[in-house]
């Protein structure tokens, strides 16, 4: 049975998640690089909204949550949306029409490949990105995503709680996101020459807008508009604000100011870390869950990454790779069956299992995603080239990629 | 005294700065310019109309120097900016007829160190 209310409620959000890529993620790093690749960099999120929404019609949803072959992989029988109507698939969704439930999950399907590209930003040759975003969404986001969401995965049969996309969006983004960092190299004088943001602004804009979109994230996964989505809308502003805080008042304390692009990036960190807790915990756990979000993740940003000198560019894996691993733990530590009866307890609610599975789930994703990305880079590389010239590379990837550039030095 | 103007490429501006610095050459301005030379600018395209001639941007530095210093201020910035390949840029050098020094009203060679 078709209930307006859902139905309205994850329209919206389905709107809300398609913001969170253009021009949420497109600004947020479009801010970060320099302002020689500033369009080449919004170029890759507005391109995977439009590539990946028609790869998802064609075959994604159908890999992803078509009938269950072998546990590891949905079938084809729904490619191109075959049979995919009105009528509500009760197994994901039994009150909004499956076609809707179809378009909130291209949403998540075309924000994660959007994710990874902080990673290889201002070096990336536009050819190469489009194949690799196409194979990776194929190859990689809609088995993992079958595994932990689709009906008969088998990390979903082995009781992995992942709400709205800790381990299927965060972890297999970020993951591949670090493995592209280390593949790719350097951007040319990193470590040498200054790379400061150009647009700071910009960055703020579309960390709001994120923040904003975040809310059909979580609360969305729900998939109705019930008191869960309650729940999982409170946790999400809880995690952000408290990750924001506890970013800042680091900084205060080891670099003598708070700054607003630290605000920014503990906000998003609080964000990816409460993702797949959202509908499982306690308002107050939020804020536990942000605090940590804020300190493991600083710590790959400021620290593990200065160490290691991988030029993870707008720090991809260090906030979603970090944030979707300590909250998918997280979830295992402080799942509450009073919050969501369909999830579980967890550790600290006298389920020590949950912890367990929770590991599972995580490894699992992380050891798929490196081998996966990096076999698809590997042959990418050999057959056309991953890096652009060095002398692109110096005049920028707006001019060199796309023959335009943001702005004008004289009227 | 004498003004030395350089235009270079925007990315060795790092490379000069580290070479004047070795020659004691600290007092400089810097701004951003647009200009072409023989490689006679780039093309872009908007919303499919080309635009040829659109200039490059390069990075203008000025430098006001004492005699004894043109030779190290030259030779740093070729040091710093040169790659071989078109568009390294120019240097040109100029007479200076005079210098103030705002602060103190000091003027000539005083002025510039």
């Not at chain 1, 590891?72 to 499956?98: D, E, F, Q, R």
């Not at chain 1, 993951?175 to 700071?200: D, Q, T, W």
């Not at chain 1, 008191?227 to 205060?252: D, R």
């Not at chain 2, 390294?88 to 007829?97: H, M, P, Q, R, T």
């Amino acid at each position: 049975m078709i209930n307006s209310g859902d139905t309205a409620w994850i329209l919206m959000s389905t709107a809300l998640v398609m913001l969170m890529t253009i021009p949420g993620l497109a600004l947020f790093y479009g801010g970060l690089v320099r302002r020689k690749n500033v369009l080449a960099t919004m170029m890759q999120s507005f391109f995977v909204l439009c590539l990946i929404s028609i790869q998802w019609m064609l075959c994604g949803y159908s890999l992803s949550f078509g009938p269950d072959r072998g546990h590891i992989i949905g079938s084809l029988a729904w490619i191109g949306l075959k049979g995919i109507g009105i009528t509500p698939n009760p197994v994901y969704s039994a009150t909004i029409p499956h076609i809707l439930f179809m378009a909130y999950q291209m949403m998540f399907a075309v924000i994660t490949p959007g994710l990874i590209t902080g990673a290889f930003a201002e070096r990336m040759k536009f050819s190469a990105y489009v194949l690799f975003t196409l194979l990776w969404a194929t190859l990689v986001y809609d088995p993992v995503c079958h595994w932990v969401w689709g009906d008969g995965g088998w990390l979903k049969n082995k009781g992995v709680l992942d709400f709205a996309g800790g381990i299927v969006v965060h972890i297999s983004s970020g993951i591949s996101a670090l493995v592209c960092a280390l593949f790719l190299g350097k951007r040319r004088g990193y470590g040498r020459e200054p790379m400061p943001p150009h647009n700071l602004p910009l960055t703020i804009i579309g960390a709001g807008l994120l923040w904003f979109g975040w809310f059909g994230f979580n609360a969305g996964s729900s998939l109705a508009a019930n008191g869960l989505a309650a729940y999982a809308f409170v946790a999400t502003n809880a995690a952000a604000s408290s990750a924001a805080l506890t970013w800042m008042f680091i900084e205060w304390k080891v670099t003598g100011k708070p700054t607003l692009l630290g605000g920014a990036t503990g906000a998003v960190a609080g964000l990816a870390t409460i993702t797949p807790a959202s509908g499982f915990v306690s308002p107050m756990s939020a804020i536990l869950i942000g605090i940590a979000a804020a300190l493991f993740c600083y710590t790959a940003v400021a620290i593990i990454k200065l160490k290691f000198s991988y030029d993870d560019s707008l720090d991809a894996f260090g906030v979603h790779g970090v944030g979707g691993a300590v909250g998918a733990l997280a979830t295992g530590l402080l799942a509450q069956k009073m919050i969501n009866p369909a999830g579980n307890n967890g550790l600290f609610f006298g389920n020590a299992p949950q912890f367990t599975i929770q590991s599972i789930g995580v490894l699992a994703v992380v050891f798929y995603a490196i081998i996966v990305t990096s076999a698809l880079l590997k042959v990418l590389d050999l057959a056309i080239g991953l890096r652009v010239e060095d002398e692109e590379e110096v005049i920028g990837l707006d001019i060199t990629q796309h023959e335009e550039s943001a702005y004008t030095l004289l009227d | 005294m004498k003004l030395v103007i350089a235009i270079i490429q925007p990315h060795k501006l790092e490379d000069v700065l580290r070479e004047l610095d070795k020659e004691e050459i600290y007092l400089k301005t810097v701004s951003n310019v647009l200009g072409c030379g023989r490689q006679k600018g780039i093309t872009q395209v908007y919303r499919g109309r080309k635009e040829t001639g659109n200039m490059l941007k390069k990075v203008r530095l000025e430098i006001a120097v004492n005699e004894k210093f043109v030779e190290p201020t030259i030779s740093a910035i070729t040091k710093g900016a040169k790659t071989g390949n078109i568009g390294d840029g120019k240097i040109f050098v100029v007479d200076l007829a005079q210098c103030v020094r705002i602060r103190t009203g000091e003027r000539g060679g005083e002025a510039i160190g």
